[in-house]
């Protein structure tokens, strides 16, 4: 069986950190790198429920996309739940590895995974890394083409049918009639990236976590601009065919997507890298959306 440091080395290999912004801190969060590995486990959040799952299947490695800590701590006892998570990891000698905004931007990672899912075509980057040791593009999020224009309406209805069942569901800002040729695709919160979307020329955005002001701003931005043209001033105004229409998507949801590929990824670059075979991964399902449920 595979060493964890060498499972550790292949997932660094297909999701670099080197990707992660600067904030964050994917990678190996709890293990002894001379664990043996057999059992892999995935899941999109580290929650207490993944964990005990993932220590019950007698699994040696749970690998998230969510990290454990999103921020510095000082004691990992267990009167917390995050020190009863690292306890139980430990004491079932089960290791916890976090991809997170280095698996956003990877080849077959969280974004591509996403806008595969939405049957994008000619995709690229929405926010290109430039990696000369990567054999493709990388980046965050991506931008693609559909195979062929679709209303607003069929292709939220794509969308909301790609993601798995949360009680949220999706939210969308547009006329339900107005055609989707090009869409811009970044799982997890994107309202920060409203100016490299509209840039990107797509006809919708497909985001997570957009807040009521951004969004707003952001659709009454596009929706003047269309005035002003329709006067005719359109000097400096940039994309000339705006098109106010976002796709709000649960954040967790979304993200889930990229577990498709993960497990068919890893186990195979572990095998070319080691030699060694570990046993057909399994994805932990539980809905970790935090909304259980909603009235209209």
């Known amino acids: 069986m595979p060493l964890l440091h060498q499972v550790v080395g292949v997932l660094e290999e297909l999701y670099p950190l080197r990707y992660a912004e600067q904030w964050d801190a994917p990678g190996l969060i709890v293990g002894d790198p001379f664990d043996a590995v057999h059992r892999i486990a995935f899941a999109t959040d580290p929650t207490l429920a993944v964990v005990e799952q993932a220590v019950e299947k ?3 490695l749970l690998i998230c996309h969510h990290p454990l800590f999103f921020r510095a701590v000082h004691e ?3 009167y917390g739940v995050h020190g009863r998570i690292v306890t139980m990891l430990a004491r079932a000698h089960c290791a916890l ?4 905004t280095n698996a956003d931007s990877a080849y077959r990672g969280v974004g591509q995974a996403a806008a595969d899912a939405f049957g994008l075509i000619r995709q690229h980057p929405l926010v290109p890394i430039e990696d000369p040791e990567a054999g493709h ?5 991506r931008v693609g083409a559909l195979p062929e224009p679709v209303t607003l309406r069929d292709f939220s209805r794509t969308v909301a049918d790609a ?3 949360t009680e949220y ?3 969308v800002a547009g006329d339900p009639e107005a055609s989707v040729r090009s869409v811009c695709v970044l799982p997890g919160s994107g309202d920060s990236l409203f100016d490299e979307a509209r840039g990107s020329g797509a006809d919708v955005y497909v985001t997570s976590d957009l807040r009521h002001h ?3 701003d952001a659709l009454e931005r596009t929706r003047y601009e269309a005035w002003l043209r329709g ?3 359109a000097v400096g105004l940039g994309d000339p065919h705006p098109r106010p229409m976002l796709i709000n998507t649960p954040h967790s949801a979304i993200e889930s997507l990229w577990l498709d590929y993960a497990m068919e990824d890893v186990p195979q670059a572990v095998l070319k890298a080691t030699g060694e075979e570990v046993d057909r991964p399994r994805q932990i399902v539980v809905n970790t959306d935090p909304w259980a449920w909603s009235l209209r």
């Open 163 to 165: 993601l798995p069942h």
């Open 137 to 141: 593009e990388v980046g965050l999020g």
């Open 231 to 233: 006067h005719g001033l």
């Open 169 to 171: 569901g999706i939210q």
């Open 214 to 216: 951004p969004a707003t």
């Open 76 to 78: 990992v006892n267990g």
């Open 58 to 60: 007698d699994c040696d």
């Open 97 to 100: 590895w976090v991809g997170h």
